[in-house]
């Protein structure tokens, strides 16, 4: 199977940053797989539940064309999706890049081969903005 890539993310109101994501993680694998946050472990990371359900969100993602395959992602911790998906290369925004998280993941990746590659975060667009927008609050 070649490189497998783990591209996760809650794709909440699916937008630009997150096409750029896949787009570029496709570009560094040979099989991609995205791990699409459950509503659940997203209420508990921001606070609040996604504006989209998580069974709309993973449809959306698998629409599109760019990854070869879609999965339920049930932690917020990526070393525990590791052990069940084994990829080789775990894709993140560079919000990430030098955080406590990344640089935990990054330890526990490098100890089984895997690796963490960072692509530039699209900062022009973001879900948590669309959602201020969409509440009046931006």
């Known amino acids: 199977m070649g490189v497998v890539g783990y591209a996760p993310g809650v794709y909440d109101m699916f937008h630009i940053g997150h096409l750029n ?7 560094h694998c040979d099989y991609l797989i995205a791990g699409v946050v459950e509503d659940d472990v997203v209420a508990k990371i921001k606070g609040r539940p996604p ?7 993973m ?6 064309g760019i990854v070869d395959e879609v ?3 049930w932690s917020s911790d990526k070393f525990e999706m590791w052990k069940q998906l084994r990829y080789d290369v775990l894709f993140k925004g560079d919000d990430w890049k030098g955080t ?10 490098g100890e089984v081969g895997a690796s963490v590659h960072y692509f530039p975060y699209t900062a022009s667009t973001s879900s948590t903005d669309l959602r201020r927008l969409l509440e009046g609050t931006l």
């Open 59 to 64: 449809e959306v993602v698998r629409a599109i």
């Open 21 to 27: 994501i896949l787009r570029r993680a496709s570009e």
């Open 100 to 109: 406590e998280k990344g640089l935990r993941l990054e330890k526990l990746l």
């Open 71 to 73: 999965v339920s992602d």
């Open 51 to 57: 504006v989209v359900p998580h069974d709309e969100r």
